[in-house]
T-cell receptor, first 113, second 110 residues
């Protein structure tokens, strides 16, 4: 069964450093998402991406964040200068079409020290 | 009012019990509704989509009441493996992003 994959599974970084989180969505899916979940809190939408451009972003997704689909398979989330409050699980999701279900990757646990 | 609101939980039930989760959503224009389950520190996994006519998948039954903006999930004959957090999820009125409830934790005991 096709699945969304994410790397790394855990990333530890120092405050102010740049991190890149990577995702490989399901191959025939067209819509891609990043969500985050701070420990003990609900899952929150960050950004959606379609046809090589951002289609929607939340208030959380400020200038420190960027997304890219550098090739036909990878989908990345970059945080330019990490803050302590960026510590969270980051989930990538993809869907075949906007009316369908979204499938989530296993997540990257980001720890900012 | 929260966009998606769920029973706070946790629910502690014995094996074999029937348990019901409730959820309300604030945006009447929402189009799609789902239940996901999430195990501790893992990704949300789709349990089932929720349709206006109601739908059933084995021991799981989901209902949607658009007039009341209310979604429910019923689990019959609960198993130890059903222990998880159940997430009520609504897709925004323009499609795309998912809006999650806080989740209701279920613990099924022997």
């Amino acid at each position: 069964e096709p699945e969304v994959t994410q790397t790394p599974s855990h990333q530890v970084t120092q405050m102010g450093q740049e991190v890149i989180l990577r995702c490989v969505p399901i191959s025939n899916h067209l819509y891609f998402y990043w969500y985050r979940q701070i420990l003990g809190q609900k899952v929150e939408f960050l950004v959606s991406f379609y046809n090589n451009e951002i289609s929607e972003k939340s208030e959380i997704f400020d200038d420190q964040f960027s997304v890219e689909r550098p090739d036909g398979s990878n989908f990345t989330l970059k945080i330019r200068s990490t803050k302590l409050e960026d510590s969270a699980m980051y989930f990538c999701a993809s869907e075949e079409d906007r009316v369908y279900e979204q499938y989530f990757g296993p997540g990257t646990r980001l720890t900012v020290t | 009012r929260k966009e998606v609101e769920q029973d706070p939980g946790p629910f502690n039930v014995p094996e074999g019990a029937t348990v019901a989760f409730n959820c309300t959503y604030s945006n009447s224009a929402s189009q799609s509704f789902f239940w996901y389950r999430q195990d501790c520190r893992k990704e949300p996994k789709l349990l089932m989509s929720v349709y206006s006519s109601g739908n059933e998948d084995g021991r799981f039954t989901a209902q949607l009441n658009r007039a009341s903006q209310y979604i429910s999930l019923l689990i019959r004959d609960s198993k130890l493996s059903d222990s998880a957090t159940y997430l009520c999820v609504v897709k925004g009125n323009q499609g795309g992003k998912l809006i999650f409830g806080q989740g209701t934790e279920l613990s099924v005991k022997p």
